[in-house]
């Protein structure tokens, strides 16, 4: 488990702060965000604050001036704490928990697990998340992701979405996952085509990447499980320069 720098939560009703709760498993959603630099600054905040709102509505969080009490305590907790962290908010109907940890750095030889599950409401970044946390736990996190697989597709990993290069095309799971902020920036930049990616194909492909927040742009090494190793890293060169246009 992570040891976190920075923890709070607030009552959502009036904003008292209360004892910290992760509020993982409850009903409701969160966000995080890549913290870099002094004074910190957190990547794509616009669209994950978007994203995050729009979350909240289908959950049923509803709070006058929601945006603005975000924002606010956004500033009030984004606090130096090294120049490489995560931050981390989440709500449901009670509560606002906010949260730092130091960003773990994947490693050159970074592998992917096979664990066959499909996140609860996958289209949106929700608080069910404690099967795959108890999963992530027992590896190194900055050596391992777990790829989620249902009905023979690769959906996501436990934290990223995955994107698959076959003769320099770029392809990544369309369906039961979450197309995050950091692969919808990347997007904007180079073709990304979105379909269903089955496992019995995983072979056909030269290169996987893993996208998000916290992994940034991850070259995956090898899937013991399918077998698989990299043959390239033409598309993750260009990929992590669209990346680094950000930090």
């Known amino acids: 488990m992570a040891i976190l720098l920075l923890k709070k939560s607030y009552q959502l009703s009036n904003l008292k702060e209360v004892t910290f709760k ?98 609860v409401e996958p289209n949106y970044k929700n608080l069910y998340y404690k099967k795959i946390l108890a999963k992530l736990s027992k590896v190194d996190s900055t050596k391992f992701d777990i790829a989620l697989v249902a009905n023979d597709n690769v959906l996501e990993t436990g934290t990223s979405n995955l994107v698959f290069i076959k003769n320099g095309k770029l392809f990544s799971p369309k369906n039961n996952c979450y197309i995050g902020n950091t692969i919808k920036f990347i997007g904007k930049k180079i073709k990304i085509n979105f379909k269903d990616i089955s496992i019995k194909s995983i072979n056909d492909y030269e290169e996987i990447i893993l996208i998000g927040s916290g992994k940034g742009v991850t070259s995956v090494s090898k899937i013991n499980d399918l077998k698989w190793k990299r043959r390239k890293i033409n598309s993750y060169i260009k990929l992590n320069k669209i990346y680094n246009s950000l930090v």
Not at 28 to 51: A, D, Q, S, Y
Not at 53 to 58: A, D, F, H, Q, Y
Not at 88 to 99: D, E, F, H, Q
Request: hydrophobic share 40%.
């Open 22 to 119: 992760d509020l993982w498993g409850s009903r409701g959603v969160f966000t995080t965000m890549r913290m870099v630099g002094k004074p910190p600054k957190l990547l794509l905040l616009k669209p994950h604050i978007e994203n995050l709102l729009k979350s909240t509505k289908k959950y049923g969080i509803i709070k006058k001036n929601l945006k603005y009490i975000i924002l606010d305590l956004i500033k009030k907790n984004t606090l130096y704490k090294g120049p490489d962290n995560l931050f981390r908010i989440a709500l449901n109907k009670k509560l606002i928990s906010v949260s730092i940890r130091k960003r773990p750095k994947p490693n050159n030889n970074f592998n992917l697990l096979l664990f066959k599950y499909k996140r």
